[in-house]
């Protein structure tokens, strides 16, 4: 038999190993051996998780769940055992005072609680939200903040994710009881039919980095107003429905920003976007045919127009700081039909979009006219939504112009040296987009394109071959694939 080359490790390390375990699993090695029996007390990361099986089956075992987790506590507190890290998920309902406990004589790092207890939600009393040294704290699910202070002296990383029972007035007593809060995580989309909470308003002095995800899309007229006041904020990535007014106050040091802005269905399903037409005395409606259908959507006659719903120009202008921006396929129709002006992103360096054919391009202009220091353009996908807006920045349908009005081409004033494109497949639409970029571009020092399918080699030879074939404005552009 082999000797037992684990055992032999160090206390130390065996500890390690046990604290990256499931604490049961930790704890049932102690009947191994002798040597085994008591490094249960050298764990410093616990993990407790009763959602294994239907609670509604397996009353016996919560029960055994959280006899095990109150004697495991009472062991490490009794050897004055330190904890660095407690991960609990549960369905029942229960109180935290070993926990608490935990938090008081540990000097407890880092706590996760997860509920998802279906019909009824954990109620964390006051005492549990006051810690001097948790520097990161998560909670998720069916829980419910019963609190009047919270005191996170040392707090650094917040987690609220899909929290049922969270109010406006307890989640800003959360926020402000974290003087020094660094990351900030939200995820807003409990109930599709519930009103916003986190969504509505983020303010702090100190966060630097910003999460939100809100999806609520039975909720409409719950989306009014919303506000960001973060001054130290250096990330934002936001993901939500628009709301009626966004209001933003200093951002100034905010360097990138990655936005999922969503127009609400039920104001944009019959939009026609033949009324974006600047030609307002073109009446030429008669003219349309079912040639058009793939392009425009139409009113029925008999419906009143609804107006689009939503503002973002304030958020748009307190953005202006950036250097890099992510725009999904539903911010740029957002942009085109929510944001009145266009600031100019003085310091923008890097803009990434993504595409999709249900969605158009008809901001592009206005966005890469309001760049004038942008170095990098990430395109993932060419394949859009062509409207009669489409503008000069697409190749799909010439740019109309009034008469007797001259109009330089968005790209030919753009300063683009790099311009990456990922998922091309070769259509004629996109060779046909790409043929205007490089025609276009006359700052461009390299263009990388990265094929979405490698499933034909040929294809592929073919599909390079008409890239490298096509004419470029600037001498010093060079074609690669990635």
């Keep these: 038999m082999g000797r037992d080359w684990i055992s032999s490790l160090p206390d130390e390390i065996l500890g390690k190993i046990l604290s990256s375990v499931p604490t049961k699993t930790a704890a049932s090695t102690s009947v191994l051996s002798k040597r085994w029996r008591n490094l249960l007390g050298l764990v410093d990361n616990l993990s407790f998780d009763d959602e294994e099986e239907d609670v509604a089956k397996s009353s016996s075992r919560t029960f055994f769940f959280f006899d095990f987790l109150e004697k495991t506590f009472a062991l490490l507190l009794s050897n004055c055992a330190t904890i660095k890290k407690v991960s609990m998920s549960h369905t029942l309902p229960r109180d935290y005072t070993c ?3 935990a938090m008081e004589q540990c000097g407890l790092l880092e706590l996760h609680l997860h509920s998802s207890s279906g019909y009824s939600s954990v109620h964390l009393e006051r005492e549990l939200l006051t810690s001097n040294t948790l520097v990161k704290l998560t909670l998720s699910g069916d829980i419910d903040l019963q609190v009047h202070r919270v005191h996170f002296p040392a707090l650094k990383s917040l987690s609220l994710i899909s929290v049922a029972c969270l109010g406006v007035p307890e989640y800003c007593d959360l926020l402000d009881g974290c003087p020094v809060l660094e990351d900030l995580y939200l995820s807003d989309d409990a109930y599709p039919y519930n009103p916003p909470c986190c969504s509505t308003i983020v303010m702090s002095e100190s966060i630097k980095r910003l999460v939100l995800f809100t999806h609520l899309p039975d909720s409409q007229q719950d989306h009014a107003a919303m506000l960001f006041s973060l001054p130290s904020l250096v990330y934002l990535d936001y993901s939500t429905f628009v709301f009626e007014n966004h209001e933003c106050d200093a951002l100034d040091l905010l360097v990138e920003a990655r936005l999922n802005l969503k127009l609400w269905e039920e104001s944009t399903t019959h939009y026609d976007y033949s009324d974006d037409d600047d030609d307002d005395d073109d009446d ?8 058009d259908d793939d392009y425009y959507y139409y009113y029925i006659i008999d419906e009143p127009k609804l107006p689009i719903f939503g503002d973002v ?5 307190g953005i202006t700081n950036i250097t890099t921006l992510y725009l999904s396929a539903d911010s740029l129709e957002t942009f085109h ?22 969605k158009g391009w008809q901001v592009m202009p206005a966005l890469l006219k309001s760049c004038p220091s942008l170095h990098t353009l990430v395109i993932k996908g060419l394949v859009h939504r062509v409207t009669n807006k489409c503008g000069d920045a697409c190749a799909c349908i010439p740019g109309k112009h009034k008469e007797g009005e ?13 311009l990456d494109i990922s998922d091309y497949i070769g259509s004629s639409q996109e060779l046909k987009q790409m043929r205007h970029f490089l025609g276009k571009l006359k700052c461009l020092e390299s263009v990388k394109v990265s094929v979405g399918s490698e499933d034909d080699n040929n294809d592929n030879e073919l599909l390079r071959d008409d890239l ?5 404005i600037s001498s010093k552009c060079h074609i690669q694939f990635v």
Aim: aromatic share 4%; proline share 4%.
């Design 99 to 101: 926990i608490h406990t």
């Design 284 to 291: 030429d409606d008669d003219d349309d045919d079912d040639d």
């Design 313 to 317: 120009t304030k958020l748009v202008a």
């Design 337 to 358: 039909f929510c944001c009145k002006s266009m600031p100019v992103f003085s310091n923008l360096l890097n803009l990434s979009i993504a595409s999709s054919k249900e």
């Design 406 to 418: 001259e109009e330089v081409c968005c790209l030919l004033t753009c300063q683009v040296k790099v």
């Design 468 to 472: 490298l074939a096509l004419p470029r």
